[in-house]
């Protein structure tokens, strides 16, 4: 990696990545069935790759992005699922911790969590998740003062108009695609997950091992309910686009 490296620019699938219409594509890599498009987001050079759906992916991907092409950042654009029901579908998460939630030991019926490489066992550190650095968060929370993000209208929703809002928070990380009422209760009441998703804390772990920042930014295409499976391809693209715009001002900090 290079201190002055690009920002490695991470999506899970197609309609995440291509809501960033301003990304200038100057050359394209492929490397694992995987397309890295070298270019700009405004101001700064970047890598944009899609990386597929799940930690495997992500954490493969991740790699690439910091060993190949030297990048001095992590900054992943995408929708997630909500947890938390005071958020609303369109409402933004960035996520200021990252926790992995399907990896530990399975004791007494449930699973205990343990931070991902550490042995899930007695004995070992039981402390989990990968915090944005608070200097990092204030800046991130500067440069998206006054930002509009936009929203859904009534047309859209089916209902009323909702303005999208913008919280730091736990975002949970699982290879699982959550349309579950009851599970959506127990883990945000059990890890006070205020999202859940499939890639964001694996992309942290490798960050993590090669010391660079990683930004996670996920707009709520779902409530991870019962309806979320019919939800989710509703509301993919305007979510995305959401996601986006965050992720395009949040570029110009790091």
Known sequence: MRADGPIGLMA???QELAAHA??????????????????????????????GIGKSHA?????????????ASLLFSGVAGGLDPDLAIGDVVVADRLVMHDYGARVDGRLKPY???VPPLPGFP????????????????????????????????GGESHRSRLIFGTVLTGDIFLNDAQERERLHREFGGVAIEMEGAAVAAVAERFGVPTVVVRALSD???SESHMDFPAFLDAAARIAARVVGRISTVL
């Open 12 to 14: 899970a699938i197609p």
């Open 22 to 51: 301003d990304l200038v594509v100057r050359t394209e890599r492929e490397i694992a069935g995987c397309r890295f498009r070298l270019g700009r987001l405004g101001t700064r050079d970047l890598v944009a790759v899609e990386a």
């Open 59 to 71: 954490a493969m991907v991740a790699t690439l992005l910091l060993q190949e092409f030297g990048c």
């Open 115 to 117: 931070q991902p490489g």
């Open 126 to 157: 039981e402390e989990t998740g990968y915090g944005l650095d608070p200097m990092l968060r204030e800046k991130i929370k500067d440069a998206l003062e006054g930002l509009d993000i936009g929203g859904f209208d009534a047309t859209a929703t």
């Open 223 to 225: 409530l991870a309910g």
